[in-house]
């Protein structure tokens, strides 16, 4: 026999498996289905509702005082939108009632006196209440108060001096000039589009995979593989190769439609992220072969596979960010392989890093990405041998 024959052997088995998980996995809906509009529906969704920007805070306004001064000051306050007018209370008591009852997220209470201490140079006080169950709306209703009164009390400062004869071309103290680098707009898109694809790729490729093996078990068509001469290393690939590229066109789909609908810049090479997303594919495979060698049923492979997703998307830092959680829940996410490939995704997307910057990144993909898919490939051969 030719020494070649094995070669093409090889190949010829290949190509048989390919053709079919192809055609099996175009004819089944539900796949089909996550594979294409899930992905679509995903990234629409994620990147039109979530939004970081929080502004036009309903407010509700007590103006006990009712002096020029406090109508100013009130003007002035509600004048950049961060916070709107939405009820005007007569009093403290009324204003904590419209609170409670939800219908806003601040209550400034001007208090009786007000415009008369500042017109004696006394210290004037503006009571502030807030929303707590909404700790991001509430922080930022807190702030544009502070920042407001802060700058109004350097201005009357300057006033009162520049009565006494002291003029000051600026306010003695600290200056801070921020320049915000790789989103100046600070949009929200652009920093979740990146996140978004690691959480796509192991819904769709962990899952799908998971419940292609489970599903072929379920319907005999694995037993009825195994009896021919199929190598096992040959079937594995085969089964693997098609999400693989599944996998890549989602990619490419979240790069098109981010740059398209959401203005996701690519200051990056385009070759950090193949490397990195091939990587990450090798990771998200692993552990959906991985989750099919211990389920028996699709409805077993999907549960598996969903406790594995939640976990990893919620400890990823696309949501939140990790240095806002506990020590020791920080210390996990080091175990997350989609933690690395988001970081991957940001700062080749939007900071402009290269190989240069992001190996580690990179390096922790890979050893996930041989570690993962060896097991599963070794518990897979154990399975059907």
Not at 73 to 81: E, K, Q, S
Not at 274 to 292: C, E, F
Not at 329 to 343: G, I, M, S
């Amino acid at each position: 026999m030719p020494p070649t024959a094995p070669r093409i052997d090889r190949r010829i088995q290949l190509w048989a498996v390919l053709r079919k998980e192809t055609l099996q996995t175009v004819s089944d809906r539900r796949l089909m289905f996550m594979l294409l509009f899930a992905p679509t529906v995903q990234l629409l969704v994620f990147g039109y509702a979530i939004d970081f920007k929080v502004d036009r805070l309903p407010t509700v306004i007590a103006d006990q005082d009712r002096s020029r001064e406090s109508r100013e000051h009130l003007r002035r306050l509600l004048a950049d939108g961060t916070l709107t007018r939405a009820a005007v209370a007569d009093s403290a008591v009324e204003a904590e009632r419209v609170l409670e009852q939800g219908q806003a997220t601040a209550a400034v209470i001007v208090p009786p006196g007000f415009g008369r201490s500042l017109g004696r140079g006394e210290t004037a006080r503006v009571e502030v209440l807030l929303d707590g169950s909404d700790p991001n709306r509430s922080t930022v209703a807190a702030a544009a108060v502070s920042r407001y009164f802060a700058e109004a009390g350097v201005a009357l400062e300057l006033k009162r001096l520049a009565a006494r004869g002291v003029v000051l071309d600026r306010p003695p103290g600290l200056e801070t000039r921020p320049r915000i680098w790789f989103n100046p707009g600070l949009d929200t898109p652009p920093y979740m589009i990146p996140g978004i694809m690691a959480m796509l790729l192991v819904v769709v490729t962990t899952i799908v995979t998971a419940m292609g093996l489970a599903r072929e078990r379920e319907m005999g068509t694995l037993e009825q593989v195994l009896v021919t001469p199929l190598q096992p290393s040959v079937l594995l690939v085969g089964k693997m190769l098609p999400f693989v590229v599944i996998g890549v066109f989602d990619v490419l789909f979240a790069l098109d439609v981010g740059a398209w609908l959401f203005a996701v810049p690519l200051r990056g090479s385009l070759w950090v992220v193949a490397v990195g997303s091939l990587l990450y594919l090798m990771s998200t495979l692993g552990v959906g072969l991985l989750i099919s060698t211990v389920s028996r049923t699709q409805q077993q492979s999907f549960l598996g596979g969903f406790l594995f997703a939640m976990p990893a998307m919620l400890l990823s830092g696309v949501m939140t960010p990790i240095a806002a959680m506990p020590r020791w829940l920080q210390l996990v996410t080091y175990a997350n392989p989609l933690r690395y490939f988001a970081a991957v995704m940001r700062g080749a997307l939007l900071g402009g890093g290269g190989f240069e910057l992001l190996w580690p990144q990179l390096l922790a993909l890979a050893l996930f990405g041989v570690t993962l898919l060896g097991l599963a490939s070794f518990r897979f051969q154990k399975r059907i041998a």
